[in-house]
C-alpha cells in the first residue's frame, strides 16, 4: 500500500518542519496570527457572490440531529463548531469570523439534497462540514458539483469515489483495512478469517477488498454474511463462527445492531480477551462503545486512524477543548476527530489562495498540511482524500481504546485502489 | 359529464388550486424554492390516491410508498442508463453498467434492467409494474374478504420487505444510496434551472390530471359504491355487487396515481432510494390525506403542501425540535378535525365567506371539497 | 452445507440453532404480548409501542445509574427492581396516554393509528433531548452475562435462559390475569360486547384504561430485558415495530395463545434460515412466507368465535 515517495520521517522531526515552514508564512494564522480582513477587501475574496461580508463569513454544517443517525452525527457536529470557535478565537478566516448555519439532514437522504441544495443556493455558504452515511454523502453529491459548492465529509467510507467537491477528512477503505489485517497476520498469526457486516455498500465494499488481501497473503476467509440494518439477533451468525472457528471475526456491523452483537457475542461465551477469535472491528468507535457498554467488548482491536487516548500534545489539548465545550463524559470518536479536521483544513485551503472563492479553494486544497491535528500530522492529497496514519486499538474495559500499533509512514488514500476492484 | 363532474362551487376550487400551482407558486418563487414544491407536489399523487381508497373507500393502506417508490424506480433506472453510457462510465472496469453494478462486481447488465433502455417501455413499466403489484397484493387480501386493519398491517409489512429486498440486492438496485446521479432524459439535462420549471408544469399539469381522474371516479355510480362499500360492506354485497372487484380497482388506482407521483418525484429531485418504500414515508403520505381532510381531493393537495412546507420550516427555525411539532400536529388534526383541513373550511370559512357574499349558504354536503385561501397566503 | 461437518458437530448444530431459535422466540413473544392485550383485546393500532418498550429500557438505565452511585450493594439484583419500576413507568404512562388519547378514539380504530404515529414522534424527540442523542449503555451485574459450557462447542447464555425464564413468567402472569381473575372476565366481556358488558354494571372505561396501561407495563418490562440484547437509544424502539405487528396479526389479533404460537412460528423459521443463508434473505424469506399464509388465512392462526 506504501507508495515509495512517500517521506519517512519520525513525528516530531514532521512537525518540526511544519512549524518551520510555517513561520515562512506569517498570515498561514495556524498559530492565530491576526490577520487584519482590510488586506483582504471582499470584492477580491469573493468573486462568486457566496455569503462573505467585511467582517463574516458564512459556512454550513449537515448532519442528522434527528433520526437513527444522530447517535452517530452528535459527536461531527459538536465536533464541528468546537473548530469554528478556535477559529474565530484565533482571528478566523482572512479576518472575517464564521458564522455557521446547522441544517438537520434528519437521517433521511432526499432531506440531506434539499437542505445542501438550500444552503448552496439560498444561503450561499462558503463551505459545508456534513454528512455521515455514504447514502447522505451521493445524495448531496451531485448538489454540490451542479452548484459548486465545496463538501468535508468526515467519515470512513467504501471509497470508490473522487469529487472535485468533496474533501474526505475520513479514511478510504484500504486506509482504514489493509494495515489492519496485515498486523493481525504478522503479529498474532491470523489464517483464517470471518467476515460480517451490516447490509450496505460500505461494509459490502470493505469485506470485498479485506477478502482480497486475505487470498493474496494466501489465507483464508471461512465465512462471510450480512445482516440488515437495524437487525438485534445475532445468535445464528454466533452460532457459525463458533462452528467455523476463525482466527478473526472481522465485523463491520453498525448502528443499533452493533448493540446487539457485541452483547450477544458476549453472552454466548466467546471471550474476545483470550482472542480466540479475536475480534478486529473498523465500525466500532469510542461513540459506539457508549452504546455497547465497555465489558462488553473488552478485548477486541478497532483499526483507525485516531483514538481519544492518543497520547501526543496536539490530541490532549484537543480533548481538553472538547470536553470543556462539551463536558467531561463526553468520549470522542475516530469520525469525531476527522470532522473537526474539515474547519481546520478549510481556513488553511482559504488562507492559501488568499480568496473564498470555491474554485480557488479547491487549488489551494492538495499539499495543505496541518500539524495540529490531533490524529498528528495530515496532508491533502491530490485526490482530494487524506494522507494519515492508521493505528490499531484495543479495548479496554473502560470503553476507550489503547494504542498498540500505528504505521510508521502515513498511508496513501487510494480510493480506487488497483487490484482489489 | 363536465355539468355533474363538478358543482359552481367545486369548480372554484379548482379554479383557485389550479391558479395557485400553475401561477402563483412559479411566480412568486425562486428556483429552489419552486423546485421544492414541486417535490411536495408528487407526495400530493399519493394523497389524491389515498383519499379514493381509504377516505372513500375505507381501505387503509401503509404501504403506498411501495408504489410510490416502484414507479419512482422505473424512471429512475431508465435515467439511470442514459447516464451510464459507455464514454461516462469508461474508468469502471465493466463500461456502460451503471456504477453501482460495477462496484458490486456484476459485470453484465441483468435481463430486467434491459427494456428499460427504452422510454417508450419505461413510461408504461412506471404505471403497470406498480399496478400489476397491487393487483396482486388486492386479488390475495379482497378477495379473501381481508380488511380494514390487518390489510393496513399486512401492506405494512409489504412496505418492510421491499426496502429489505432492495437494501440486500445493492448489487442490482444501488442498496441504501439508491439510483443517484441521474442526469438527462433523452439527452435533456434535467438539472438545470429551465428543466426544472419545465418538469415542475408537467408534474403541476399531472397532477391536475389526476385530480380530474379522481373526481370522475368519485362522481360516477362507482364512486357511491364505493362510499357504501365503507359504511356496509354486507349489504352491498348481499345486492349483488362483487365488492372485491371495486376494491381493487381503487386499490389499483391508487397506486397508479402514487406510481405517477413516483416518477416524477426521480425527475425533478434527481435520485431514487428506499427510503421512500419503507413504512416510514408511507405514513407519512396516509398522514398528508388526513391533514388534508381524508374526504377532501383538493384537501390532500393542501395536505401534502401545508405538512411538507411546515416540515421543511419547522426543521430550518429549530432543527432539534421539529418532531415535537410534527407530533403534535398530527394528533391534533386526528382529536380536533378528524376531516382535516376540508372539514375545517366547510365548517368555519365557508359560512364566513358566504356571509361576506351575502348570499345564502348552501347546505354542505358531506362530500364539499374546499381550498382555503388563509392558508394560501401562508405558503 | 451438512458435508463439512461432523456427526457431533452437526448435532451441536441442531441443539444451539434450537435455542437460538427458542430465545428468539422468547423476545418476540415478550414484544407482542403487550401489543396482543391492546390490539387484539382493544382493536387499537399502538404505533408507539416500540417507544413505550424504550421507556423501559432508559427506566433501567436509569436504574443502574443510580444503583452504581449510590448503593453499589444492590447492584447484583438491580436488574429486577429495574424491571418492576420499568412496569410502573411504562404502565403509568400508557394509562395517561389511553386518558388523554385512546379513548376520544374508540370508535376510529385506524384513527389511533395516526394519533399513536404522533405520540411516538414526540416520544422519540423526548427522550433525545432528556438523554441524548446517542445510545446509553445499560452495565449488567456479571452473572448474567456469562454462559454455561455444555460441550466444547455448545455453550448456553445465561441471558437467553433470563429472557425465555422472564417470558415464561410474564406469559403466565397476564394468562392467568386474563382467564382466571374476575379483572380478565371483565375485560373479555368488553371485547365480545361492549354495550352488554356495560349494560351488566361493568366499567368498561375503567377496563379499558387499565388493559391499555396493562399491555403498555408488559412492553415496559420488555424493554427492560432486551437492554440485556439489544441497544437503546432514542430510535431503538422503532427496530421492533414491524416484527411485533407481523407476530400478532399472524397470530390471529384476539388470541393471546395465537399470539405465541406464531411467535414460535416465525422465529423458528428465521432462525433455521439464518444459518442456511444470509441474514438479509432469511428475514425476506420469513416476511414473505408469513404473507403467504396470511393471504391464504387472513384470520391469523387462531381466532376467536364471536358476534360482532
Same mark, same amino acid.
Given at each position: 500500500?506504501?507508495?515509495?515517495?512517500?517521506?519517512?520521517?519520525?513525528?516530531?522531526?514532521?512537525?518540526?518542519?511544519?512549524?518551520?515552514?510555517?513561520?515562512?508564512?506569517?498570515?498561514?494564522?495556524?498559530?492565530?496570527?491576526?490577520?487584519?480582513?482590510?488586506?483582504?477587501?471582499?470584492?477580491?475574496?469573493?468573486?462568486?457572490?457566496?455569503?462573505?461580508?467585511?467582517?463574516?463569513?458564512?459556512?454550513?454544517?449537515?448532519?442528522?440531529?434527528?433520526?437513527?443517525?444522530?447517535?452517530?452525527?452528535?459527536?461531527?457536529?459538536?465536533?464541528?463548531?468546537?473548530?469554528?470557535?478556535?477559529?474565530?478565537?484565533?482571528?478566523?478566516?482572512?479576518?472575517?469570523?464564521?458564522?455557521?448555519?446547522?441544517?438537520?439532514?434528519?437521517?433521511?437522504?432526499?432531506?440531506?439534497?434539499?437542505?445542501?441544495?438550500?444552503?448552496?443556493?439560498?444561503?450561499?455558504?462558503?463551505?459545508?462540514?456534513?454528512?455521515?452515511?455514504?447514502?447522505?454523502?451521493?445524495?448531496?453529491?451531485?448538489?454540490?458539483?451542479?452548484?459548486?459548492?465545496?463538501?468535508?465529509?468526515?467519515?470512513?467510507?467504501?471509497?470508490?469515489?473522487?469529487?472535485?467537491?468533496?474533501?474526505?477528512?475520513?479514511?478510504?477503505?484500504?486506509?482504514?483495512?489493509?494495515?489492519?489485517?496485515?498486523?493481525?497476520?504478522?503479529?498474532?498469526?491470523?489464517?483464517?478469517?470471518?467476515?460480517?457486516?451490516?447490509?450496505?455498500?460500505?461494509?459490502?465494499?470493505?469485506?470485498?477488498?479485506?477478502?482480497?488481501?486475505?487470498?493474496?497473503?494466501?489465507?483464508?476467509?471461512?465465512?462471510?454474511?450480512?445482516?440488515?440494518?437495524?437487525?438485534?439477533?445475532?445468535?445464528?451468525?454466533?452460532?457459525?463462527?463458533?462452528?467455523?472457528?476463525?482466527?478473526?471475526?472481522?465485523?463491520?456491523?453498525?448502528?443499533?445492531?452493533?448493540?446487539?452483537?457485541?452483547?450477544?457475542?458476549?453472552?454466548?461465551?466467546?471471550?474476545?480477551?483470550?482472542?480466540?477469535?479475536?475480534?478486529?472491528?473498523?465500525?466500532?468507535?469510542?461513540?459506539?462503545?457508549?452504546?455497547?457498554?465497555?465489558?462488553?467488548?473488552?478485548?477486541?482491536?478497532?483499526?483507525?486512524?485516531?483514538?481519544?487516548?492518543?497520547?501526543?500534545?496536539?490530541?490532549?489539548?484537543?480533548?481538553?477543548?472538547?470536553?470543556?465545550?462539551?463536558?467531561?463524559?463526553?468520549?470522542?470518536?475516530?469520525?469525531?476527530?476527522?470532522?473537526?479536521?474539515?474547519?481546520?483544513?478549510?481556513?488553511?485551503?482559504?488562507?492559501?489562495?488568499?480568496?473564498?472563492?470555491?474554485?480557488?479553494?479547491?487549488?489551494?486544497?492538495?499539499?495543505?498540511?496541518?500539524?495540529?491535528?490531533?490524529?498528528?500530522?495530515?496532508?491533502?492529497?491530490?485526490?482530494?482524500?487524506?494522507?494519515?496514519?492508521?493505528?490499531?486499538?484495543?479495548?479496554?474495559?473502560?470503553?476507550?481504546?489503547?494504542?498498540?500499533?500505528?504505521?510508521?509512514?502515513?498511508?496513501?488514500?487510494?480510493?480506487?485502489?488497483?487490484?482489489?476492484? | 359529464?363536465?355539468?355533474?363532474?363538478?358543482?359552481?362551487?367545486?369548480?372554484?376550487?379548482?379554479?383557485?388550486?389550479?391558479?395557485?400551482?400553475?401561477?402563483?407558486?412559479?411566480?412568486?418563487?425562486?428556483?429552489?424554492?419552486?423546485?421544492?414544491?414541486?417535490?411536495?407536489?408528487?407526495?400530493?399523487?399519493?394523497?389524491?390516491?389515498?383519499?379514493?381508497?381509504?377516505?372513500?373507500?375505507?381501505?387503509?393502506?401503509?404501504?403506498?410508498?411501495?408504489?410510490?417508490?416502484?414507479?419512482?424506480?422505473?424512471?429512475?433506472?431508465?435515467?439511470?442508463?442514459?447516464?451510464?453510457?459507455?464514454?461516462?462510465?469508461?474508468?469502471?472496469?465493466?463500461?456502460?453498467?451503471?456504477?453501482?453494478?460495477?462496484?458490486?462486481?456484476?459485470?453484465?447488465?441483468?435481463?430486467?434492467?434491459?427494456?428499460?433502455?427504452?422510454?417508450?417501455?419505461?413510461?408504461?413499466?412506471?404505471?403497470?409494474?406498480?399496478?400489476?403489484?397491487?393487483?396482486?397484493?388486492?386479488?390475495?387480501?379482497?378477495?379473501?374478504?381481508?380488511?380494514?386493519v390487518y390489510?393496513a398491517i399486512?401492506?405494512q409489512a409489504?412496505?418492510?420487505?421491499?426496502?429489505?429486498?432492495?437494501?440486500?440486492?445493492?448489487?442490482?438496485?444501488?442498496?441504501?444510496?439508491?439510483?443517484?446521479?441521474?442526469?438527462?432524459?433523452?439527452?435533456?439535462?434535467?438539472?438545470?434551472?429551465?428543466?426544472?420549471?419545465?418538469?415542475?408544469?408537467?408534474?403541476?399539469?399531472?397532477?391536475?390530471?389526476?385530480?380530474?381522474?379522481?373526481?370522475?371516479?368519485?362522481?360516477?355510480?362507482?364512486?357511491?359504491?364505493?362510499?357504501?362499500?365503507?359504511?356496509?360492506?354486507?349489504?352491498?354485497?348481499?345486492?349483488?355487487?362483487?365488492?372485491?372487484?371495486?376494491?381493487?380497482?381503487?386499490?389499483?388506482?391508487?397506486?397508479?396515481?402514487?406510481?405517477?407521483?413516483?416518477?416524477?418525484?426521480?425527475?425533478?429531485?434527481?435520485?431514487?432510494?428506499?427510503?421512500?418504500?419503507?413504512?416510514?414515508?408511507?405514513?407519512?403520505?396516509?398522514?398528508?390525506?388526513?391533514?388534508?381532510?381524508?374526504?377532501?381531493?383538493?384537501?390532500?393537495?393542501?395536505?401534502?403542501?401545508?405538512?411538507?412546507?411546515?416540515?421543511?420550516?419547522?426543521?430550518?427555525?429549530?432543527?432539534?425540535?421539529?418532531?415535537?411539532?410534527?407530533?403534535?400536529?398530527?394528533?391534533?388534526?386526528?382529536?380536533?378535525?378528524?376531516?382535516?383541513?376540508?372539514?375545517?373550511?366547510?365548517?368555519?370559512?365557508?359560512?364566513?365567506?358566504?356571509?361576506?357574499?351575502?348570499?345564502?349558504?348552501?347546505?354542505?354536503?358531506?362530500?364539499?371539497?374546499?381550498?382555503?385561501?388563509?392558508?394560501?397566503?401562508?405558503? | 452445507?451438512?458435508?463439512?461437518? %461432523?456427526?457431533?458437530?452437526?448435532?451441536? !448444530?441442531?441443539?444451539?440453532?434450537?435455542? &437460538?431459535?427458542? /430465545? @428468539?422466540?422468547s423476545v418476540f413473544v415478550l414484544m407482542a404480548l403487550g401489543l396482543a392485550v391492546i390490539f387484539g383485546q382493544m382493536g387499537v393500532i399502538n404505533m408507539a409501542h416500540g417507544e413505550f418498550m424504550i421507556l423501559g429500557?432508559?427506566?433501567?438505565?436509569?436504574?443502574?445509574?443510580?444503583?452504581?452511585?449510590?448503593?453499589?450493594?444492590?447492584?447484583?439484583?438491580?436488574?429486577?427492581?429495574?424491571?418492576?419500576?420499568?412496569f410502573?413507568?411504562s404502565g403509568?404512562l400508557g394509562?395517561?396516554v389511553e386518558?388523554?388519547?385512546i379513548?376520544?378514539?374508540?370508535?376510529?380504530p385506524?384513527?389511533t393509528l395516526?394519533?399513536t404515529w404522533?405520540l411516538s414522534?414526540?416520544?422519540?424527540?423526548?427522550?433525545?433531548?432528556?438523554?441524548?442523542?446517542?445510545?446509553?449503555?445499560?452495565?449488567?451485574?456479571?452473572?448474567?452475562?456469562?454462559?454455561?459450557?455444555? %460441550?466444547?462447542?455448545?455453550?448456553?447464555? !445465561?441471558?437467553?435462559?433470563?429472557?425465555? &425464564?422472564?417470558t /415464561? @413468567?410474564i406469559s403466565?402472569?397476564v394468562?392467568?390475569?386474563m382467564?382466571?381473575?374476575?379483572?380478565?372476565?371483565?375485560v373479555?366481556?368488553?371485547v365480545?360486547?361492549?354495550?352488554?358488558?356495560?349494560?351488566?354494571?361493568?366499567?368498561?372505561?375503567?377496563?379499558?384504561?387499565?388493559t391499555f396501561g396493562l399491555g403498555c407495563g408488559v412492553a415496559g418490562v420488555a424493554g427492560?430485558a432486551f437492554?440485556?440484547?439489544?441497544?437503546?437509544?432514542?430510535?431503538?424502539g422503532q427496530l421492533y415495530i414491524v416484527d411485533t405487528f407481523l407476530v400478532v396479526v399472524f397470530g390471529g389479533a384476539a388470541s393471546l395463545i395465537g399470539t405465541i404460537?406464531s411467535a414460535?412460528?416465525i422465529?423458528?423459521?428465521?432462525?433455521?434460515?439464518?444459518?442456511?443463508?444470509?441474514?438479509?434473505?432469511?428475514?425476506?424469506?420469513?416476511?414473505?412466507?408469513?404473507?403467504?399464509?396470511?393471504?391464504?388465512?387472513?384470520?391469523g392462526?387462531?381466532?376467536?368465535?364471536?358476534?360482532?
Amino acid at each position: 500500500m506504501m507508495s515509495d515517495d512517500t517521506p519517512r520521517k519520525s513525528p516530531i522531526a514532521t512537525r518540526r518542519r511544519v512549524l518551520a515552514g510555517m513561520s515562512a508564512l506569517p498570515f498561514m494564522g495556524i498559530l492565530g496570527t491576526k490577520v487584519s480582513a482590510a488586506d483582504y477587501p471582499t470584492a477580491v475574496v469573493n468573486t462568486t457572490g457566496l455569503a462573505v461580508t467585511d467582517d463574516k463569513v458564512t459556512v454550513g454544517i449537515l448532519h442528522s440531529v434527528t433520526g437513527t443517525m444522530s447517535i452517530s452525527e452528535t459527536g461531527s457536529v459538536q465536533a464541528e463548531k468546537l473548530a469554528i470557535k478556535q477559529i474565530n478565537d484565533a482571528g478566523g478566516v482572512l479576518g472575517r469570523q464564521i458564522d455557521f448555519i446547522q441544517e438537520d439532514g434528519a437521517s433521511d437522504w432526499p432531506t440531506f439534497a434539499e437542505k445542501a441544495k438550500k444552503l448552496l443556493v439560498q444561503d450561499k455558504v462558503a463551505s459545508v462540514m456534513g454528512c455521515w452515511t455514504s447514502a447522505s454523502r451521493k445524495a448531496v453529491l451531485p448538489v454540490f458539483e451542479q452548484y459548486n459548492g465545496m463538501l468535508y465529509y468526515p467519515t470512513f467510507y467504501e471509497g470508490l469515489e473522487q469529487s472535485p467537491n468533496v474533501i474526505y477528512t475520513g479514511q478510504e477503505a484500504t486506509q482504514q483495512i489493509i494495515a489492519g489485517i496485515d498486523w493481525v497476520v504478522s503479529n498474532k498469526g491470523a489464517k483464517s478469517f470471518y467476515l460480517l457486516g451490516s447490509d450496505y455498500i460500505w461494509p459490502r465494499t470493505s469485506n470485498k477488498i479485506a477478502r482480497k488481501h486475505i487470498e493474496k497473503l494466501g489465507l483464508e476467509v471461512v465465512g462471510e454474511e450480512y445482516y440488515p440494518l437495524g437487525h438485534t439477533q445475532f445468535n445464528s451468525v454466533i452460532n457459525k463462527i463458533k462452528l467455523r472457528k476463525p482466527d478473526v471475526i472481522y465485523a463491520i456491523v453498525v448502528g443499533g445492531s452493533n448493540v446487539a452483537f457485541y452483547k450477544q457475542l458476549k453472552a454466548a461465551g466467546i471471550d474476545m480477551t483470550k482472542e480466540k477469535p479475536l475480534l478486529l472491528t473498523i465500525s466500532v468507535t469510542e461513540d459506539e462503545i457508549l452504546g455497547i457498554g465497555g465489558e462488553n467488548i473488552v478485548g477486541a482491536y478497532a483499526c483507525m486512524k485516531y483514538f481519544q487516548s492518543l497520547p501526543n500534545d496536539n490530541n490532549v489539548e484537543f480533548v481538553k477543548a472538547f470536553k470543556e465545550m462539551w463536558g467531561d463524559d463526553i468520549v470522542i470518536g475516530d469520525v469525531t476527530q476527522a470532522a473537526y479536521l474539515g474547519p481546520w483544513l478549510w481556513k488553511m485551503a482559504v488562507e492559501k489562495a488568499g480568496s473564498f472563492d470555491i474554485d480557488k479553494v479547491r487549488e489551494a486544497s492538495p499539499g495543505i498540511e496541518f500539524a495540529k491535528a490531533p490524529e498528528g500530522y495530515v496532508r491533502i492529497h491530490e485526490n482530494h482524500h487524506l494522507w494519515s496514519k492508521t493505528r490499531v486499538g484495543h479495548a479496554l474495559d473502560d470503553g476507550q481504546y489503547e494504542v498498540v500499533y500505528e504505521t510508521e509512514d502515513l498511508v496513501e488514500p487510494e480510493p480506487f485502489p488497483e487490484g482489489y476492484q | 359529464m363536465n355539468i355533474t363532474l363538478y358543482s359552481r362551487r367545486e369548480w372554484i376550487a379548482l379554479a383557485i388550486l389550479s391558479a395557485l400551482i400553475l401561477i402563483v407558486f412559479p411566480a412568486t418563487m425562486d428556483i429552489f424554492r419552486l423546485n421544492l414544491v414541486g417535490k411536495y407536489l408528487t407526495y400530493a399523487f399519493v394523497a389524491v390516491g389515498l383519499v379514493l381508497c381509504w377516505g372513500h373507500g375505507g381501505i387503509l393502506s401503509l404501504g403506498q410508498g411501495i408504489f410510490f417508490g416502484l414507479g419512482g424506480y422505473c424512471m429512475a433506472m431508465f435515467l439511470k442508463l442514459e447516464a451510464s453510457s459507455p464514454e461516462n462510465t469508461a474508468i469502471q472496469s465493466t463500461p456502460g453498467i451503471p456504477d453501482f453494478m460495477d462496484w458490486n462486481q456484476v459485470t453484465e447488465l441483468p435481463f430486467w434492467w434491459v427494456p428499460f433502455k427504452s422510454f417508450p417501455f419505461t413510461l408504461v413499466a412506471v404505471v403497470v409494474v406498480p399496478v400489476i403489484f397491487a393487483w396482486i397484493i388486492g386479488a390475495a387480501m379482497f378477495k379473501r374478504r381481508v380488511g380494514g386493519v390487518y390489510f393496513a398491517i399486512i401492506t405494512q409489512a409489504f412496505a418492510a420487505i421491499l426496502t429489505i429486498l432492495i437494501v440486500g440486492q445493492q448489487g442490482y438496485t444501488g442498496g441504501v444510496n439508491g439510483i443517484t446521479d441521474l442526469r438527462t432524459l433523452l439527452g435533456w439535462d434535467i438539472r438545470t434551472d429551465g428543466a426544472k420549471v419545465i418538469l415542475y408544469f408537467v408534474n403541476a399539469a399531472l397532477l391536475i390530471a389526476v385530480l380530474l381522474v379522481g373526481q370522475m371516479v368519485r362522481v360516477s355510480k362507482f364512486g357511491r359504491l364505493l362510499i357504501a362499500m365503507r359504511d356496509k360492506e354486507d349489504r352491498v354485497r348481499f345486492s349483488g355487487y362483487d365488492v372485491a372487484n371495486f376494491k381493487m380497482f381503487i386499490f389499483c388506482l391508487a397506486a397508479a396515481f402514487s406510481a405517477i407521483g413516483g416518477a416524477m418525484f426521480t425527475l425533478q429531485v434527481g435520485f431514487m432510494s428506499p427510503s421512500f418504500v419503507g413504512i416510514v414515508p408511507s405514513i407519512e403520505m396516509v398522514i398528508f390525506a388526513a391533514v388534508g381532510g381524508r374526504l377532501s381531493l383538493f384537501g390532500a393537495v393542501y395536505g401534502a403542501l401545508i405538512v411538507n412546507w411546515a416540515k421543511t420550516s419547522f426543521s430550518e427555525t429549530f432543527p432539534e425540535l421539529w418532531l415535537f411539532a410534527m407530533g403534535g400536529l398530527f394528533i391534533a388534526v386526528v382529536m380536533t378535525f378528524p376531516n382535516g383541513l376540508a372539514g375545517l373550511f366547510r365548517s368555519h370559512v365557508e359560512p364566513l365567506v358566504a356571509r361576506l357574499l351575502r348570499k345564502p349558504v348552501v347546505a354542505a354536503r358531506e362530500t364539499t371539497t374546499a381550498a382555503e385561501p388563509a392558508k394560501l397566503a401562508a405558503e | 452445507m451438512i458435508g463439512d461437518y %461432523t456427526l457431533v458437530e452437526f448435532s451441536s !448444530i441442531l441443539a444451539m440453532q434450537g435455542f &437460538a431459535g427458542l /430465545i @428468539l422466540f422468547s423476545v418476540f413473544v415478550l414484544m407482542a404480548l403487550g401489543l396482543a392485550v391492546i390490539f387484539g383485546q382493544m382493536g387499537v393500532i399502538n404505533m408507539a409501542h416500540g417507544e413505550f418498550m424504550i421507556l423501559g429500557a432508559y427506566v433501567t438505565w436509569l436504574c443502574s445509574q443510580f444503583v452504581t452511585a449510590y448503593v453499589p450493594a444492590l447492584f447484583p439484583i438491580y436488574f429486577f427492581i429495574a424491571m418492576a419500576l420499568a412496569f410502573v413507568a411504562s404502565g403509568a404512562l400508557g394509562i395517561l396516554v389511553e386518558w388523554a388519547l385512546i379513548r376520544h378514539l374508540y370508535k376510529r380504530p385506524l384513527d389511533t393509528l395516526l394519533a399513536t404515529w404522533g405520540l411516538s414522534l414526540i416520544l422519540q424527540q423526548l427522550y433525545r433531548s432528556v438523554f441524548g442523542a446517542r445510545e446509553v449503555g445499560v452495565s449488567l451485574p456479571d452473572w448474567m452475562m456469562g454462559s454455561f459450557p455444555l %460441550t466444547d462447542i455448545i455453550e448456553v447464555p !445465561i441471558n437467553g435462559l433470563f429472557v425465555m &425464564a422472564l417470558t /415464561i @413468567l410474564i406469559s403466565l402472569a397476564v394468562f392467568l390475569l386474563m382467564f382466571r381473575s374476575r379483572w380478565g372476565k371483565q375485560v373479555r366481556a368488553v371485547v365480545q360486547n361492549r354495550p352488554m358488558a356495560g349494560a351488566v354494571g361493568i366499567n368498561t372505561k375503567k377496563v379499558d384504561r387499565l388493559t391499555f396501561g396493562l399491555g403498555c407495563g408488559v412492553a415496559g418490562v420488555a424493554g427492560s430485558a432486551f437492554t440485556m440484547i439489544g441497544s437503546t437509544g432514542p430510535t431503538a424502539g422503532q427496530l421492533y415495530i414491524v416484527d411485533t405487528f407481523l407476530v400478532v396479526v399472524f397470530g390471529g389479533a384476539a388470541s393471546l395463545i395465537g399470539t405465541i404460537a406464531s411467535a414460535f412460528t416465525i422465529s423458528q423459521a428465521q432462525s433455521t434460515m439464518e444459518f442456511f443463508m444470509s441474514g438479509s434473505m432469511a428475514k425476506v424469506l420469513t416476511l414473505l412466507t408469513v404473507v403467504g399464509i396470511l393471504m391464504l388465512r387472513p384470520e391469523g392462526l387462531f381466532t376467536l368465535k364471536m358476534r360482532r
